[in-house]
Every structure is written in C-alpha cells, then in structure tokens.
C-alpha cells in the first residue's frame, strides 16, 4: 500500500533563509506525487506534481521539488523563504486507485 | 476557467441537528468529486467521492451520506450530527480520477 511520510511537523526559517519540507513515500510502483499548501482557514492550493517526467518539478511561487526515486523522498525547498510562506504543507501521494493519501503536515514558520 | 465554491464558509450546529454542505463546481462538466474531512492539527481523510450524477462511493463508515443531485453539485448531509463531526470539511474535483484534485475554500463546522 501507498504511504507518505512527512518527516518534520514544524519547520522554522528566517526570511530570505531556504526552506527545506522533508517528504517520504512507500510505493509499489512509480507514483503521482504532490505538494499542497493550506494557509489559515482556507482550502489546499496545489504547488506542484511528478507524474513521472522530470524529477525535478518546478511549482508555483518559487518552489521546486526533486523526485529521487532510490531514496523515496520528495522534498520540497524554495531558495529565499517569504513572509507569506507560512502555511500547512501537505505532501501527497496517489494510489493504485487514484485516491490522494496525505502525509501529516509540516507548519512553515517564517522568522522576520 | 473551473471554479469550486463551498457553502457555508463556517456552521455552529448542536448535537442531534441535521447538516446540509454544498459544493458546486463551474467551468467544467462531469467532473469527478469528493469529500474530506480534515480535524484539528490531522492530514486529510477522504470521505466520499463520485464520477457522476448519483453515483456515490463511502470509503468509511459515518454518521455522513453524500448526494449529487446534479452534475456539478456535491452535498453532504447528517441527520443528527454528533460532536465527533466537527472539523474542516473541503470538496475537491477533477477532470479524471487519475488527474490533480482541486480543492475549494472549506466549511468549517463545530458541533457543540
């Protein structure tokens, strides 16, 4: 069965630092892989997928995440943190039967 | 371009009472929908989903049951919530079950 790890629950960073959001997965197979943000209050917003192409996936609002196969992982990282990163995010992944399994969640905290 | 809206935006309801969520979706037709309930400091959990009118699939079991009385319209009920109902409930859509999921902006209940 399909799982997904987030190794971190919160992280916190100073503004203009990198951030670094850890995600591991369980698969049988080559999976569909996604970040969702969630800021207070509001619904998910995707950021970015693998879908097998490019292992490395650009997303919105200057994150990108790295598809490494022989580590399971699909971190997540950004060069320069902003105030308005801070948020919920939620690495995803799908399984045999197109369903989505969530990981726990990491809070970004961005220190002024 | 597809939009998804939920309503209400937040609902205070007492234990016993009935529960009716809408979701509906604009800008695309027959498209796949779900329902997820997100409690506090929790990933989320895939209540129900349907690929066409009146087509409705439970993945647990609940005091919820889930209804698509039209193409683009995706309600939630209870007949008598229960405080363990509480928590963020967020619909989402896709075009197919094997492509990304969009989420809208959330109901969030309190039972008290």
């Known amino acids: 069965a399909q799982s997904v790890t987030q190794l971190d629950s919160h992280v916190s960073v100073s503004e203009g630092t990198p951030v670094l959001l850890r995600c591991n997965y369980s698969?049988?197979?080559?999976?569909?892989l996604f970040w969702y943000v969630q800021h207070p209050n509001k619904g998910l917003q995707l950021l970015l997928k693998?879908?097998?192409?490019?292992?490395l996936v650009k997303g919105i609002n200057g994150f990108e995440a790295e598809f490494k196969k022989s580590e399971t992982s699909f971190h997540l990282t950004k060069p320069s943190a902003h105030m308005s990163d801070a948020a919920e995010y939620f690495c995803?992944?799908?399984?045999?039967?197109?369903?989505?399994?969530f990981g726990s969640g990491t809070r970004l905290l961005v220190r002024p | 371009s597809q939009t998804i809206h939920q309503w209400p935006a937040t609902l205070v309801q007492p234990v016993g009472s009935p529960l009716s969520l809408e979701c509906t979706v604009e800008?695309?037709?027959?498209?796949?929908l779900y329902w997820y309930r997100q409690a506090a400091g929790r990933g989320l959990q895939l209540l129900f989903y349907?690929?066409?009118?009146?087509?409705i699939s439970s993945e647990v079991p609940q005091n919820l049951s889930a209804s698509r009385p039209q193409d683009r319209q995706f309600i939630l009920s209870s007949k008598k919530l229960l405080l363990s109902d509480s928590g963020f409930y967020l619909c989402?859509?896709?075009?197919?079950?094997?492509?990304?999921?969009?989420f809208g902006p959330g109901t969030r209940l309190l039972v008290l």
């Open positions: 989402a859509w896709s075009v197919y079950s094997q492509e990304t999921q969009y």
């Open positions: 698969s049988s197979y080559s999976p569909s």
């Open positions: 693998y879908t097998s192409a490019a292992t």
């Open positions: 995803v992944v799908m399984d045999s039967s197109y369903k989505l399994i």
């Open positions: 800008g695309t037709s027959n498209p796949n």
């Open positions: 349907s690929v066409g009118i009146g087509q």
